[in-house]
């Protein structure tokens, strides 16, 4: 595939005509797109493996593997992610960030009635034959989790997303100006890409409404990363592998 080579204007500069009527996706929206493209192949190529024989406990690896690549593409396109210039935040976001993070986890645990799922996933149960866990792939794991995947979907779903529904130059779209249209499609989507869709459809919203209102996608990063982290070390702690 050949990405296309031209970008729309930065934020602050003046909308060129091909910001509105070139390409419908740019190089700087297919940098975001194609690490989440590759986690969600991952995924299907899993649930295909499934049908086809392999158990759960034979695809453990596959994680690993998923992270590994998604890291890959992320470091490829490093340059292209001018969202994640660091600037020191300030202490309000900071406790936002956690605030929101720890919030969407005790919803997370708790919005699992039978109607709020999709299918009755067995979820990731690192273990070893004798039913011991597996610490290596439980830190593999809880690595992914917290590291990669806040940064994936965030980028995607929070950054390209949210802002490309109201423009195909989605870099011009300051955070606080995105529609409430956008918000709710990108809830509703990021809600049914997991098992629990109404706890994704909280956290997605939750994540979104903390990046409009802070103008940082630092801060949902952040956010991601306190809910999965946190989630991890209570599945751990708990058992409730079903939760990964």
Not at 169 to 197: C, D, I
């Amino acid at each position: 595939m050949t990405l296309p080579q031209q970008d729309p204007p930065t934020v602050g500069t003046a909308a060129r005509p091909e910001a509105a009527h070139g390409p419908l996706l740019y190089r700087s929206a297919w940098a975001r797109i194609l690490p989440f493209a590759l986690y969600m192949a991952f995924i299907a190529v899993s649930d295909t493996l499934q049908r086809f024989g392999w158990t759960v406990k034979e695809l453990h690896w596959l994680y690993p593997v998923k992270v590994a690549v998604v890291l890959l593409a992320l470091l490829a396109f490093r340059r292209s992610y001018s969202e994640l210039a660091w600037q020191p935040l300030r202490a309000r976001t900071w406790l936002a960030s956690v605030a929101t993070g720890l919030a969407v986890l005790v919803l997370w645990i708790n919005l699992d009635a039978g109607w709020m799922q999709i299918g009755s996933p067995a979820g990731y149960q690192p273990l070893t034959e004798s039913g011991q866990p597996d610490w290596l792939l439980i830190a593999l794991r809880l690595a992914g989790a917290a590291l990669v995947v806040p940064l994936m979907e965030e980028l995607f779903w929070r950054s390209f997303l949210l802002r490309w529904i109201d423009h195909p130059g989605f870099l011009t779209v300051p955070p606080a100006l995105v529609t409430a249209k956008a918000l709710a499609f990108t809830t509703v989507l990021f809600g049914f890409e997991h098992s629990l869709w109404l706890a994704g459809m909280v956290a997605g919203a939750a994540y979104g409404l903390l990046y409009m209102r802070t103008g940082t996608l630092w801060a949902p990063i952040i956010a991601h990363t306190v809910t999965n982290s946190m989630l991890g070390v209570w599945v751990v702690t708990t058992g409730n592998w079903t939760y990964w």
